[in-house]
C-alpha cells in the first residue's frame, strides 16, 4: 500500500527524530521521512493529514495472550488484533499457552497462518520452553524457531528446574532467540491471590511474596551469566528485580526486562474493592516495588513496557476474588495509562515512551519495524496527545476484565498503519482518498 502522511510531529527515537515532517510509505515500506514531501498523485492510495497529531513507529506488545488455538470463548487471533491495532499495535507477541500450547511446529504454524487470513496486525509467535509447559522436558525449540517462534517461553508457568532452564538458554543462543522467564517460585506463591504485604493481612487473602519473583530472577541472571546466553524477564514487578537485572547489565550479563502499565499505575491498596479485574500474576505489588519499577524506567534499567494482555470471559472473572482467574486485558489503554503515569507525571519524555512501546521491543527481540528509517515496515501509530477520555465497559477484545474502565486518561492513539494499510482509525473524519491511475 502506498500512503503519504503529512504535517505530523514525527518522532523517531531510533533515529533521535523529532520535528513535523511527512512519513511517506510506498509498497508497504517506508520510503521518505522529510520535510514537505510532493509525492505523485497517481502513486498516492490515500493521504492523511497529521496536523495536531504525532507520529510514531508503530508500538509492539512483546506479551499478548491473544488464547488462539483452544480458548477461543475468551479472544482469537481476530479479536485480539482488532484490540492491537485499537491501541496502536502494529504487532504483537503471542505467548506459548494455548490449548494446545504452542510447543510444536504445527501450532506456530497454525497461529502464523490464522494471523495472515483475520489478523489485523503483526503476529510473532512465542513458541514454549518445555512440552506441554510441564517444565519437565524441552520442547523442539529448533523446529519452533524454524517455524516461525521469535522466543521461547513458559509463560503462566515459571520454568521451575534449573538444569532444564539452563539447557533452554544455550539451545537459544545457537538459534538467536531470548528464553523469556515467567519468574515465581510456585512454592513461596502457592494459595496466594494478591501481593503479600499489609493489604494482603488486612483483607484476609493468601500473599504471594516479592521474594517468589525475586529468587528466580537471581537464579535466571546466574545462569545468563555462565551460558552467556539472553535471558528475558516477563512482566518485572519488584524492586528486588529491578536490582537484580541493573547490576547484572552492568557486569555485562545478557538480560533484558518489561513491565506491564497496570504495575507502574496500580498498587496492591487497589484490591480492597475486591474488584476480580484487580487479580493478575504478578499481583500488583506495593507502593515500593512500584516507585522501584518507575525508577527502573527513568534510568533505562527496563527495556520495555509490554501489556501482558490476558483476556478472560466475564463468567470466569464473576466470582470470588479466591477464585477468579488472574490476568487483565491490556492493548487498548496502554498507551494512556502509561502517558499519563510517566509522561505527563514529568518522570520521562515522550521520547522515551515510545522507546519503551516500540523502538525497544523490536531491538530486543530482533523484530522487524520499531523505526521510521527508509526501507523498514512501513507500521506506524498516529497519536493525539490532547485527546482525554473515560475508558468504556466495551471493547474490541472478546474480554472486557481491564481495572481501568471508568477512569479517566490523556493521549491516546488514532490512527494505526501497519504495512502502509491504515487498520485502525478513530478521527472524526477521514480525508478523502486521492485515487492514482492503474
Known amino acids: ?7 505530523g510531529r514525527v518522532i523517531d527515537p531510533s533515529q533521535e527524530l523529532d520535528a513535523t515532517l511527512d512519513v511517506l510509505i510506498e509498497d508497504g515500506v517506508i520510503a521518505r521521512v522529510d520535510k514537505r514531501i510532493k509525492a505523485r498523485a497517481e502513486t498516492i492510495a490515500e493521504t492523511i493529514d497529521a496536523a495536531g497529531l504525532v507520529v510514531v513507529p508503530g508500538l509492539i506488545d512483546l506479551h499478548t495472550h491473544l488464547r488462539e488455538p483452544g480458548q477461543e470463548h475468551k479472544e482469537t487471533i481476530a479479536t485480539g488484533t482488532r484490540a492491537a491495532v485499537a491501541g496502536g499495535y502494529t504487532a504483537v507477541c503471542a505467548m506459548a499457552n494455548t490449548l494446545p500450547p504452542n510447543d510444536e511446529r504445527a501450532v506456530t504454524e497454525m497461529i502464523i497462518a490464522e494471523s495472515r487470513r483475520n489478523g489485523a496486525c503483526r503476529v510473532y509467535p512465542i513458541g514454549a520452553v518445555s512440552k506441554g509447559l510441564m517444565g519437565e522436558a524441552l520442547a523442539e525449540l529448533a523446529d519452533l524457531r524454524a517455524a516461525g517462534c521469535v522466543g521461547v517461553s513458559d509463560d503462566g508457568r515459571p520454568v521451575w528446574n534449573a538444569q532444564l532452564m539452563r539447557r533452554a538458554l544455550e539451545y537459544c543462543t545457537m538459534l538467536g532467540i531470548p528464553v523469556i522467564a515467567h519468574e515465581e517460585d510456585a512454592n513461596l506463591s502457592d494459595g496466594g491471590v494478591m501481593h503479600e504485604g ?31 546466553a539472553h535471558v528475558h524477564i516477563a512482566h518485572l514487578s519488584t524492586a528486588g528485580g529491578v536490582d537484580s537485572v541493573r547490576h547484572a547489565r552492568a557486569a555485562g550479563v545478557r538480560v533484558t526486562c518489561e513491565v506491564t502499565p497496570h504495575h507502574i499505575a496500580l498498587g496492591d491498596e487497589s484490591v480492597q474493592s475486591f474488584s476480580t479485574n484487580l487479580k493478575m500474576n504478578p499481583p500488583l505489588r506495593s507502593a515500593e516495588h512500584r516507585q522501584a519499577l518507575i525508577a527502573g524506567i527513568a534510568d533505562r534499567t527496563i527495556d520495555a513496557i509490554a501489556t501482558d494482555h490476558a483476556p478472560h470471559h466475564f463468567d470466569e472473572k464473576n ?3 479466591d477464585l477468579a482467574p488472574f490476568g487483565i486485558i491490556g492493548l487498548e489503554t496502554a498507551f494512556a495509562v502509561c502517558y499519563d503515569t510517566l509522561v505527563r507525571s514529568g518522570v520521562i519524555g515522550l521520547d522515551h515512551l515510545i522507546d519503551l512501546m516500540s523502538c525497544g521491543p523490536a531491538r530486543i527481540f530482533n523484530l522487524p519495524g520499531g523505526t521510521l528509517r527508509s526501507g523498514a515496515l512501513g507500521d506506524v501509530t498516529l497519536l493525539d496527545l490532547d485527546a482525554k477520555f473515560i475508558v ?20 491516546r492513539p488514532v490512527a494505526t498503519v501497519v504495512g502502509g494499510a491504515v487498520r485502525y482509525d478513530a478521527r472524526a473524519a477521514r480525508p478523502a482518498k486521492r485515487k492514482g491511475k492503474k
Request: glycine letters at 10%.
Open 392 to 411: 468504556p465497559n466495551a471493547f474490541r477484545s472478546k474480554a472486557s476484565n481491564s481495572p481501568f474502565v471508568g477512569k479517566t486518561f490523556h493521549g
Open 319 to 321: 466470582v470470588e476474588f
Open 1 to 7: 500500500m502506498n500512503l503519504l502522511i503529512t504535517n
Open 198 to 228: 499489609y493489604f494482603s493481612t488486612l483483607l484476609g487473602l493468601g500473599g504471594i511474596p516479592a521474594a517468589s519473583e525475586e529468587a528466580l530472577v537471581a537464579r535466571d541472571v546466574i545462569l545468563a551469566r555462565a551460558t552467556g
